[in-house]
């Protein structure tokens, strides 16, 4: 756990402590208040505080599928790492296919639903991986590629082949796409990865002891405190709304706290303009 976050069982703990008898979030249970904590802690860490984890997985030979950690929300960055320990990054291509086709119960596809099979009854037909051709579409040799063949410059001196602006390009290493579906990264077919790194944002709600930063400390008590009196009929309107705009406060401050721009930081940006570049 980093030094400066706080385990939520502390937080549970000292919020528990405070609360007066007479208090009108004074009789929640346990796991009431656990549950509005956890809550607290996924929708405030995504928008202030967001955990990017890195983790190295291993690609399934067989499918160039990559599965997703366990607890992943949304990626940061796909690549590998070389030898001089920089990620060299993946490029996401949403063209590329992960398509499947219904099952007829044997793991043989088939193209109709009359013929797929439904093993767990609940009128959603059992589906495989079909990745392969359609049959009739173009490829890069036959109609896509070579219309652009006489915009292509080559570097005759370096050996280099540069394509025009806006065609494509880029110092990509490979390509990828998220399929949320089933849960992986899918690979570029012709891909020769053995493993990839995944940087992405975690749910950290999921960790067995969460933690939150302690600057966030104050606005998720705040939050535990509005969330259990919101729907309750006895508690009046006047003390719900007192309790809302303390939550507000509190979040504000630790967004500010968070989120500082300090000199060093502005100094750094400013003169970032000053850099020249190599002239080609």
Request: aromatic share 10%.
């Given at each position: 756990?980093?030094?400066?976050?706080?385990?939520?069982?502390?937080?549970?703990?000292?919020?528990?402590?405070?609360?007066?008898?007479?208090?009108?979030?004074?009789?929640?249970?346990?796991?009431?208040?656990?549950?509005?904590?956890?809550?607290?802690?996924?929708?405030?860490?995504?928008?202030?505080?967001?955990?990017?984890?890195?983790?190295?997985?291993?690609?399934?030979?067989?499918?160039?599928?990559?599965?997703?950690?366990?607890?992943?929300?949304?990626?940061?960055?796909?690549?590998?790492?070389?030898?001089?320990?920089?990620v060299y990054v993946?490029?996401?291509?949403?063209?590329?296919?992960?398509?499947?086709?219904?099952?007829?119960?044997?793991?043989?596809?088939?193209?109709?639903?009359?013929?797929?099979?439904?093993?767990?009854?609940?009128?959603?037909?059992?589906?495989?991986?079909?990745?392969?051709?359609?049959?009739?579409?173009?490829?890069?040799?036959?109609?896509?590629?070579?219309?652009?063949?006489?915009?292509?410059?080559?570097?005759?001196?370096?050996?280099?082949?540069?394509?025009?602006?806006?065609?494509?390009g880029g110092n990509?290493?490979?390509?990828?796409?998220?399929?949320?579906?089933?849960?992986?990264?899918?690979?570029?077919?012709?891909?020769?990865?053995?493993?990839?790194?995944?940087?992405?944002?975690?749910?950290?709600?999921?960790?067995?002891?969460?933690?939150?930063?302690?600057?966030?400390?104050?606005?998720?008590?705040?939050?535990?405190?509005?969330?259990?009196?919101?729907?309750?009929?006895?508690?009046?309107?006047?003390?719900?709304?007192?309790?809302?705009?303390?939550?507000?406060?509190?979040?504000?401050?630790?967004?500010?706290?968070?989120?500082?721009?300090?000199?060093?930081?502005?100094?750094?940006?400013?003169?970032?303009?000053?850099?020249?570049?190599?002239?080609?």
């Amino acid at each position: 756990m980093a030094r400066n976050t706080v385990p939520l069982n502390q937080i549970i703990n000292d919020f528990i402590i405070t609360l007066a008898d007479d208090d009108y979030a004074g009789h929640a249970s346990d796991t009431q208040v656990r549950t509005h904590a956890l809550r607290g802690i996924r929708e405030m860490g995504f928008d202030m505080s967001k955990v990017i984890r890195s983790l190295k997985l291993s690609v399934d030979s067989a499918n160039n599928t990559v599965e997703l950690p366990d607890d992943y929300v949304d990626w940061s960055k796909v690549g590998v790492v070389g030898t001089d320990g920089i990620v060299y990054v993946l490029g996401e291509n949403k063209n590329i296919n992960y398509s499947e086709a219904y099952d007829n119960g044997s793991g043989v596809k088939t193209g109709t639903a009359a013929n797929a099979n439904d093993s767990d009854g609940d009128g959603v037909y059992d589906r495989i991986d079909s990745k392969s051709s359609t049959g009739k579409s173009p490829t890069l040799s036959d109609d896509i590629s070579s219309g652009f063949d006489s915009y292509v410059f080559r570097n005759y001196i370096y050996g280099a082949r540069n394509a025009m602006y806006g065609i494509g390009g880029g110092n990509l290493y490979g390509q990828f796409r998220v399929n949320l579906d089933q849960n992986r990264i899918e690979l570029e077919s012709n891909s020769s990865i053995e493993e990839v790194v995944i940087e992405y944002v975690a749910d950290e709600a999921r960790s067995k002891n969460p933690s939150i930063h302690v600057y966030l400390e104050e606005a998720l008590m705040a939050y535990m405190y509005y969330k259990i009196i919101e729907r309750k009929a006895s508690v009046p309107a006047n003390e719900k709304a007192r309790a809302r705009q303390e939550y507000y406060n509190e979040r504000r401050k630790a967004n500010a706290r968070i989120k500082s721009f300090t000199k060093e930081e502005a100094l750094k940006t400013i003169r970032k303009n000053f850099k020249q570049g190599p002239k080609f």
